[in-house]
């Protein structure tokens, strides 16, 4: 099975072919899928926004791990100011949220770094393999600059800082297609843009001068001077870093598809003399608020805190961001998410349901299936006709997390096949315990390597204790009843009262002296 990847490069859907396996690719060879995440600035509570963006890059990794592919994922942690415009105007992020805390802008970083990987805990988001810091990384953004003077892409604007000069960048912002190259000819004719110096509009800054009679908190020195570093360059230094000058997939949000990802090809691709730099690069839409822009200026903004004070937990915010294709906008309301949080917990009743009659005769445990090769094999749905046609992994897979990393199908179609097995459960002669089977090793393997909902650790947890229990009134009823209709020789009502039994999570089980009652 191959997965389908839309790229926003190319604007259209390609068959995922690592660089390990491209035939035409000429870089040193890897044993990995290389990933790079554009991760947060850590300056204020990261929103739910933010935080489907890294469901977003999280999703993308599991879905390749889940192919059998060795996978290096990295997420970078801007943890130093860069300016509030991605065009290199405006008050340094870090700087201003400092004044406004009362504490130092190192402290404001770090601050904001713990919460967002708090919050990744809380949605099931396994960290990164690397989550570099940008302040760890300054030398590495000193090299890359030096390499672009000496090939002349850059010039100095005085009591500015260094620019990369576009104009001399072939392709500069194919990544905005269509008609690109039309939009900047617009944009670079245009006499209303306040050039600040800059010899085009699309030009920006490598790094910024220190102003002469201004201290900042997170100035750094270098071969120029005092300066900061453009929020460019950093993401160019860190990702060739760890994965190198070329590697396979470049994620972040559809809002640098303009500005920083363009700003980032060039500078990668002229000072590594790469093409191209990334193979496949992935955005993800914004998430909407009541059907509009989510903004500061809005009071619509919200964080993981304020959705567990309505009531709701982390993964019923997780199961929400499964609710929509990544590549769409999401609109938040409340209603979407307690409509997300009840489809959550009627899938999470209707799994338990299906694993009552077979939780104690199976062992779900999945250290032993080493490959995806062998999850099909163990779990594979061959033997059965769904909407007139044979239903197999393939299908749940092929028609969903595979085309494009669409979660959203896969819930779906799981769906769909149980409630499927729920219909055959209601025809005595239809055997489904080897459908539920397989059934539930799929959904099993799929938690724990991709959906991440804690299903079967759940049901563990609530299944804790089988001894301290207490027998509701109803099964009393049904058990007694149920000893009448067989003195009756009534087998049929006999059978239906065991059935009302067991759907209440219970069993009975005939003795000398009349019945015993267990939890199942």
């Not at 201290?215 to 570093?229: H, I, T, Y």
């Not at 759907?503 to 009349?514: P, R, S, Y």
């Amino acid at each position: 099975m191959q997965l389908q990847i839309y790229n926003t490069l190319t604007r259209k859907k390609e068959l995922f072919v690592p660089l390990m396996e491209d035939v035409n690719y000429k870089g040193p060879k890897k044993d990995f899928v290389g990933i790079y995440s554009c991760g947060p600035t850590v300056y204020r509570d990261p929103s739910i926004g933010n935080y489907r963006a890294t469901f977003t890059a999280d999703l993308i990794r599991n879905t390749i791990k889940l192919l059998g592919y060795k996978v290096k994922a990295v997420m970078n942690i801007t943890d130093v100011g860069h300016l509030v415009s991605d065009s290199d105007e405006g008050e340094d992020k870090l700087e201003k949220w400092s004044k406004r805390e009362g504490i130092t802008a190192r402290e404001v970083a770090q601050k904001y770094e713990n919460i967002f990987k708090d919050g990744m805990k809380l949605l099931n988001i396994d960290e990164f393999d690397v989550m570099p810091k940008a302040t760890d990384n300054i030398p590495e953004q000193i090299v890359l600059i030096k390499t672009l003077e000496k090939k002349w892409y850059t010039y100095t604007v005085a009591g500015d800082g260094i620019y990369m000069d576009t104009s001399k960048v072939e392709n500069y912002g194919e990544l905005m297609w269509p008609n690109y190259k039309k939009r900047l000819a617009d944009l670079n004719a245009g006499e209303r843009v306040d050039m600040w110096g800059k010899k085009h509009p699309t030009d920006f800054a490598l790094r910024k001068f220190s102003p002469e009679n201004e201290q900042r908190q997170m100035e750094r020195e270098s071969p120029w001077g005092k300066w900061f570093p453009g929020w460019h360059i950093e993401c160019s230094a860190m990702s060739s870093k760890y994965l190198w000058q070329q590697f396979d997939i470049h994620h972040g949000g559809a809002d640098h598809i303009t500005i920083h990802h363009p700003n980032e090809i060039a500078q990668s691709e002229c000072g590594f003399d790469v093409h191209p730099r990334v193979k496949y690069w992935i955005h993800n839409e914004f998430l909407q608020v009541d059907g509009g822009k989510m903004s500061k200026s809005l009071w619509n903004v919200y964080n993981l805190i304020d959705i567990q004070n309505k009531g709701f937990s982390a993964l019923d915010l997780r199961y929400f961001y499964f609710m929509a294709q990544y590549s769409n906008f999401q609109n938040f309301t409340r209603d979407q998410l307690e409509q997300a949080s009840k489809w959550y917990l009627n899938f999470y009743s209707d799994i338990k349901s299906l694993l009552r009659p077979t939780r104690k005769e199976n062992n779900y445990d999945y250290s032993k299936i080493e490959s995806f090769d062998d999850f099909i094999k163990e779990s594979n749905i061959d033997d059965t006709n769904f909407q007139n046609k044979p239903f197999t992994l393939k299908d749940i897979l092929m028609d969903s997390i595979l085309d494009n990393f669409s979660a959203n199908k896969l819930l779906a179609n799981l769906f769909a096949y149980k409630n499927y097995i729920f219909e055959q459960k209601l025809m005595p002669w239809v055997n489904t315990q080897e459908l539920t089977k397989k059934y539930l090793n799929m959904v099993f393997y799929l938690d724990e390597k991709l959906l991440k909902l804690n299903i079967l650790k759940r049901i563990n947890n609530e299944f804790g204790d089988e001894e301290n229990f207490e027998i509701p009134n109803d099964v009393r009823i049904f058990a007694d009843q149920r000893v009448e209709a067989k003195k009756n020789k009534d087998y049929i009502l006999a059978d239906e009262l065991r059935n009302n039994i067991t759907a209440i999570w219970f069993q009975v089980k005939d003795t000398k002296d009349g019945y015993e009652i267990t939890k199942a």
